[in-house]
């Protein structure tokens, strides 16, 4: 029987003190955004984690997890917690506690092989400073850059604007140290390439906690560019299925522009508005990263691309100010601002990235815009823009704003708009109802659905690493299916 006292004090005695926090201020703090609409109404959580452990080093995570298996306290892996939605960072019961790796914030930078070893607990905006000056980046910048830490970065996929040319956190994670929920420490070594079995990595890469908890990540470091040497081209399109086009036959003929975007215009307006559009029309850009022949030379076929698709092209002003702007959302994360905008307006405001191949994704995009408006009472927007493209296809964010009435059924309302899309991604047989960010136990319902036959080689796995269930339990993977 899980004593919360009990484990208070033996998790103490095991790695100090003061790593091990009971205060409600700890407890619901690491919680962070998530119900942050409700919480600004009142909202309390019903299971909240009975302690926040704040390891420092690998020994620690390793006998926290030893401990807590053979104990049955259930585990929430954490480190920046920008990822606390859709219920990532909370109990399912009352018999959990929060492991944060945000103390882990160790690193090695190898400038010579262009690597860095980091801490799970590095977040990415402090890495980048300290490999700018060494004339490297990260070139990765999702848009929770100011919050995110490698911990989470690995565990949801993560992906960042410049994605295109840079790639997602797969194409840059080389290495990793893992624990295994009952303690075992594992180390995948940082090789260039290996064809000796399976990548172990991925076992561990986006698997949101639910197989072990990731300790460090050895990574790539690229060459710094400062955003004034990139080439930039900024364009209205006649219509947004006209803008997936265009990037078709620039992804398919090979180009890698570094930022690709195509915004519709309810999502344009919304969240930013400085290129004026008429109904029906899309605003595409580009950032082309690189050495400086590659980026003209694909920023002349960019050109000649969107023109062939009836682009119009424009200044590339409002690149600056997206550029400057892209990180706002993070503000969100002031709980106290944001709280208070809420009680203030009543609207809701949030994104959902599907992705599919070409041909899918536009029909994805029709489903969602033929089917969904009107369906609820009060979306004030539906919009969306491809941020992430590839040779076989791209991703859309749909955005959304609802208003409502019913503060404590804000979750609820946001849910529904979900399941709709998701299923509409998954009529498709290249359509995935999740891109970058997780499901976290929201979404949960959906993973068997989404993987089919092969849901059985991550529920085998899952039930060997960690038979007991400790590792962030509902997560990911519904309990009633392992
Ligand atoms: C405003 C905003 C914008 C965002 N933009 C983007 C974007 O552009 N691209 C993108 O990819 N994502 C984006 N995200 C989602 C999210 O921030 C990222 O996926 C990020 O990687 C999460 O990192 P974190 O350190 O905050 O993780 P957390 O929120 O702490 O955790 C995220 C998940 O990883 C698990 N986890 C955390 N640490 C560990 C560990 N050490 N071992 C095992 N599991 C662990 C957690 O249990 C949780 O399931 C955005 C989020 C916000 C709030």
Redesign the pocket.
């Known amino acids: 029987m899980f004593n919360p006292e009990t484990t208070v004090k033996d998790l103490s005695a095991l790695i100090g003190q003061d790593k091990v926090l009971t205060t409600e201020e700890a407890i619901t703090g690491s919680m962070?955004?998530e119900f942050s609409f409700e919480r600004a109404f009142g909202y309390v959580y019903p299971h909240p984690a009975k302690a926040v452990v704040k390891v420092t080093s690998t020994e620690d995570?390793s006998k926290v997890l030893k401990y807590c298996n053979e104990n049955g306290i259930n585990i929430?892996?954490?480190?920046?917690?920008?990822?606390?939605?859709e219920s990532?960072?909370v109990p399912i019961d009352d018999n959990s506690i929060v492991?944060?790796?945000?103390g882990?914030d160790s690193y090695e930078i190898d400038e010579y092989n262009m690597a860095a070893c980091v801490g799970?607990?590095m977040?990415?905006a402090r890495l980048e400073e300290i490999v700018r000056p060494m004339g490297m980046t990260t070139g990765h910048?999702?848009?929770?850059?100011p919050?995110?830490?490698?911990?989470?970065?690995?565990?949801?996929?993560?992906?960042?604007?410049f994605s295109t040319y840079f790639g997602?956190?797969e194409d840059m994670l080389v290495g990793l140290e893992?624990v295994l929920a009952d303690g075992t420490v594992c180390e995948i070594r940082p090789v260039p390439r290996r064809a000796v079995g399976p990548d172990l990595k991925n076992i561990?890469m986006g698997?949101?906690?639910?197989?072990?908890?990731?300790?460090k990540a050895y990574i790539k470091l690229f060459k710094y560019r400062p955003h004034a040497d990139l080439w930039k081209g900024a364009y209205i399109m006649p219509s947004y299925l006209e803008g997936i086009e265009a990037i078709r036959e620039i992804m398919t003929e090979g180009y890698k522009p570094a930022v690709t975007r195509l915004y519709d215009k309810p999502d344009y307006d919304h969240n930013y508005g400085t290129v004026e559009l008429e109904d029906g029309e899309a605003y595409m850009f580009f950032v082309n990263d690189g050495p400086e022949a590659v980026q003209k030379v694909t920023g002349d076929a960019i050109d000649k691309i969107a023109a062939k698709h009836g682009a119009h092209q424009i200044g590339t002003e409002a690149i600056d100010h997206w550029l400057e702007h892209v990180?706002d959302?993070?503000s969100?994360?002031d709980l106290e601002t944001t709280s208070k905008a809420y009680r203030e307006t009543k609207l809701s405001y949030g994104a959902i990235t599907i992705a599919g191949n070409w041909a899918d994704l536009k029909a994805i995009y029709k489903d969602v815009n033929t089917e969904l408006p009107g369906k609820y009472e009060n979306q004030t927007l539906l919009g969306g823009h491809v941020?992430h493209c590839y040779h076989n296809g791209a991703n859309i964010y749909f955005v959304y704003e609802f208003r409502i009435d019913d503060p404590m059924e804000a979750s609820n309302i946001v849910a529904k708009f979900f399941e709709d899309v998701d299923r509409i991604a998954l009529r498709y047989k290249s359509g995935t109802i999740e891109h970058?960010?997780?499901i976290?136990k929201g979404r949960a319902f959906l993973c068997p659905i989404e993987h089919g036959t092969s849901y059985e080689v991550m529920r085998r796995i899952k039930n060997a690493l960690d038979p007991n269930h400790i590792?962030?339990p509902g997560?990911?993977m519904p309990l009633d299916s392992l």
Request: with cysteine; hydrophobic share 40%.
């Open positions: 962070g955004m995570v929430l892996a954490r480190t920046g917690g920008s990822r606390s939605q990532s960072l492991l944060d790796g945000a882990m799970c607990g977040p990415i910048f999702p848009q929770s850059f919050l995110a830490q490698y911990g989470g970065l690995v565990s949801t996929r993560s992906m960042g604007q997602a956190i893992v561990f698997a949101e906690g639910v197989m072990g908890f990731i300790t990180d959302l993070c969100m994360a941020s970058h960010h997780g976290g590792m962030n997560t990911l």
